[in-house]
């Protein structure tokens, strides 16, 4: 039996989490977002376990080559485009949609030398300012997209909240409005999908459905939102990391534990040590204190991350060598965990490293 952490992917959780953002798009089709290796879930996996969707997107075209490679044969939406001849003709040949954002993608449809004809999803700026024509270019950017003769059928257009995790911040509403009115100076665009919807979009603005949702996170039973949970919308975590106890000791009043010392028992302590550290993706800021689940209990991180291992404090809730540790997931919710570390629960899933061994059921 390894020692070493496993991340634990339930894939009912998964299909799930689906369900729940389906009722919650209200009609709207659902672009399951699987981006960074499904946010540390694993890519292909989580695309079978989500086959249900009604595409997929990812940010590259590596991605989308790997789930064409895999076998699936959902539509596949490259959310940053292809910035290269080579890779518009290798996303014509596997049948990947593009997302346009910009003039030079534009030059590579009209240079474009291959046959064919391509799926667009044309992106406004509406606000978020990091891809996507802004709200004045669209109308001559939409125009010279149209003369290409490369896109097939209507584009979609699609743009992205920047703020849709504040409920009180009214920029969202704003955002939508102006996307919605340069859609309408867009000639033939009447019959367009609309894309704006991310997971926060998709749970606290229905202002933002619009004809296909784009949620990430909570497909994952992650909430988007500072102080509110998964479960509060009835979603499941679908990763749990957990690792096991390798030793367990004692310390006496006054000594340190870790590097630099950095805990100090202020009393005689036991103190169990875990086979996981930022090695394998679990915070090196993660402060002391941290809770740390053992034998289903909450107990406290003691001092400094290591490599490869993490100190806990079991004084009060005694363990043995081989005791099951849970970091995150099942009974500890990453966004809530995220918060000892000063981080968001996105860079808690997407950082697993390589060296940690996936399980599904």
């Given at each position: 039996m ?6 634990l992917i339930d ?6 989490n689906?369900?729940?953002l389906?009722?919650r ?5 659902v672009?399951a ?5 499904a ?12 086959a249900?969707?009604d595409?997929?997107?990812v940010?590259?075209l ?6 064409r490679?895999?076998g ?9 485009g292809?910035?290269s001849?080579e890779?518009?003709?290798?996303a ?18 009209e240079q474009?030398?291959?046959?064919g004809?391509?799926r667009v ?9 990091r891809l996507?024509?802004r709200l004045?270019q ?16 209507t ?14 911040d009214?920029r969202?509403?704003q955002q ?10 867009l000639?033939?665009?009447a019959?367009?999908?609309?894309s704006?919807?991310n ?7 229905p202002q933002?459905?619009g004809?296909?949702?784009r949620?990430?996170l909570?497909?994952y039973?992650i909430s988007?939102?500072?102080n509110e949970?998964?479960?509060?919308f009835?979603?499941k975590p ?8 390798i ?5 006496a009043?006054g ?6 010392a950095?805990?100090?028992a202020?009393r005689?302590?036991l103190i169990g040590i875990a086979?996981v550290g930022?090695?394998d993706?679990?915070p ?6 941290a809770?740390?689940l053992v034998?289903?209990r909450a107990v406290?991180?003691a ?13 009060d809730a005694?363990a043995a ?6 970091l995150w997931?099942a009974g500890?919710?990453?966004e809530?965990?995220a ?10 899933v997407?950082g697993?490293?390589?060296?940690v061994?996936m399980?599904?059921?």
């Amino acid at each position: 039996m390894s020692s070493g952490p496993k991340a634990l992917i339930d894939t009912a959780a998964l299909r799930h989490n689906l369900g729940v953002l389906r009722e919650r798009a209200g009609g709207a089709r659902v672009m399951a977002v699987i981006k960074a290796n499904a946010y540390g879930h694993g890519l292909v996996q989580t695309a079978r376990a989500l086959a249900g969707a009604d595409a997929f997107g990812v940010a590259r075209l590596e991605e989308g080559l790997a789930l064409r490679d895999a076998g699936l044969a959902q539509t596949i939406v490259l959310l940053e485009g292809v910035f290269s001849g080579e890779d518009l003709q290798a996303a014509a040949q596997r049948g990947c949609e593009l997302v346009v954002h910009s003039r030079a993608q534009l030059a590579l449809l009209e240079q474009w030398q291959g046959a064919g004809q391509v799926r667009v999803w044309f992106k406004i700026d509406s606000g978020m300012n990091r891809l996507g024509f802004r709200l004045e270019q669209s109308l001559s950017a939409w125009e010279r997209l149209m003369r290409t003769g490369r896109v097939l059928g209507t584009p979609r257009v699609m743009t992205h909240l920047a703020v849709a995790d504040d409920r009180h911040d009214s920029r969202t509403l704003q955002q939508v409005r102006e996307f919605e009115q340069a859609v309408s100076m867009l000639p033939g665009a009447a019959a367009a999908e609309h894309s704006i919807a991310n997971s926060a979009g998709l749970l606290a603005w229905p202002q933002a459905r619009g004809h296909w949702v784009r949620p990430g996170l909570t497909l994952y039973g992650i909430s988007p939102f500072p102080n509110e949970l998964a479960q509060d919308f009835g979603l499941k975590p679908a990763m749990t990391l957990t690792t096991r106890l390798i030793a367990v000791g004692e310390v006496a009043t006054g000594e340190g534990v870790g590097y630099g010392a950095a805990w100090k028992a202020t009393r005689r302590s036991l103190i169990g040590i875990a086979a996981v550290g930022y090695g394998d993706g679990y915070p090196r800021h993660m402060k002391s204190g941290a809770p740390v689940l053992v034998n289903g209990r909450a107990v406290p991180l003691a001092g400094r991350v290591s490599m490869d291992m993490i100190a806990i404090d079991i004084t009060d809730a005694p363990a043995a060598v081989g005791d099951p540790v849970v970091l995150w997931g099942a009974g500890l919710p990453a966004e809530q965990l995220a918060l000892h570390a000063d981080t968001i629960p996105y860079e808690l899933v997407c950082g697993v490293s390589q060296r940690v061994q996936m399980e599904y059921n």
